[in-house]
């Protein structure tokens, strides 16, 4: 099996010396210090260089996050504290994770945790290494083809685990288990010897009893989304096709309870199919289950709905392929465009001058992708692979009073 990297480091901050790693037997599981609140806040920089929202990244690490707080059965939480623009790591008792934009010889992530002389964690910090790697935050849409691809939510799961105490275990099933198989989804499903991991640092929950001996573990249900497309783009008030399934090892086919939420508009239906339209922005839509031992599942898609753009001028606007010229400007506005591929995946940065208002709104092919702040440029990350050919023009925020338009070709 082709498999990368998974590490953790450990700096005693306090204690003078590494603190030796224990190995509980018969247990798989290694553990090497615990927090003394059986609790920890995570921050998270979301920028990366793979074109992923930060709601898409914050979303997959607290996906991983969860998988400890309801299938560990411990008294252990992660807490989400926060978006933060932190690029380094280091003891300054705040746990903060980040992408790096270096190679690190294989390796896919570190942990780096330090703590007291009790062994008692002071701080822990996770660095994700970008280049050698794709990452990928929506199941269903791992590719290896161009890189190796990599789910953000299963790496992070494994690294979670090491943020908590935990060092690597020898049990090749459980998700502390020292390697990442191309486009995994594994990790996300904690193993016995993973539960049993955390439970030996934090306890077991006090509403968790053990399952009878001839009772199988509880596993988290799956969910997957078929419809929309990652990533789908649509006009404001056009009806959206939503469908998915749900299915659990324990309970069946669990489609029926699907329950599916936008992060704009709320819950917006459930069930396996419905449709509807939805407001103008760049939703995250979760469709999530929960099973009868209380686990859950749960999908998510990135769906970006845009008003139409202002009829400006009359005829046809000139345009110059590889976003430079065209005069079809309505108040002296001029707009220029650089169309590149981050990855695989087409960008392309806008820069323009001559627009007034505090706030611009930018369309691609005609609709309305963002309105952004009067900063006289701004980066589309399209987002799709091989060719392409889109048209730009930017406009003062709610007004015709609009810039050329240019043409971008990938």
Known sequence: MNTRTLETAFAAAIAAALIAISTVSPHAYASYASWSSAGATVYVNPANGDGLSDSAVVSALQAAMNDWNTQGASPFRFNYGGQVRDTTTGYDGRNVVLFRNENNGGTIAFTYSWWDGSNHLLDSDMIIYDPPYTFFAFDGTCDSSNGYGVYLHDLTTHEFGHMLGLNHSTEPAATMYGGYAACSTTQRSLDPDDIGGIQSLYGRS??????????????????????????????????????????????????????????????????????????????????????????????????????????????????????????????????????????????????????DATQTDVYRNNVRVTTTSNGGSYTDAIGSRGSGTYTYRVCEAGTSNCSNIVTVSF
């Open 206 to 355: 006090s509403a968790s009893s053990p399952p009878p001996p001839s009772s199988p573990t509880n596993t988290a249900p799956s969910v997957s989304i078929s419809s929309p497309g990652n990533n789908a783009s649509f006009a404001q008030g056009t009806s959206i096709s939503f469908s998915g399934s749900a299915s659990d090892t324990q309970d069946g086919n669990l489609t029926s309870g699907l329950v599916w939420t936008s992060n704009i508009d709320g819950a917006i239906g459930s069930g396996a199919s419905f449709s509807r339209p939805l407001s103008a922005g760049t939703h995250t839509i979760t469709a999530s289950v929960t099973d009868s031992g209380a686990m859950s599942g749960a999908s998510s898609r990135t769906v970006t709905v845009v008003a139409a753009a202002p009829t400006v001028g009359s005829g046809t606007d000139p345009v110059a392929t590889g976003g430079t010229g065209g005069t079809g400007a309505t108040g002296g506005a001029t707009l220029s465009a650089r169309g590149y591929k981050v990855k695989g995946r087409q960008q392309a940065d806008l820069s323009w001058s001559g627009l």
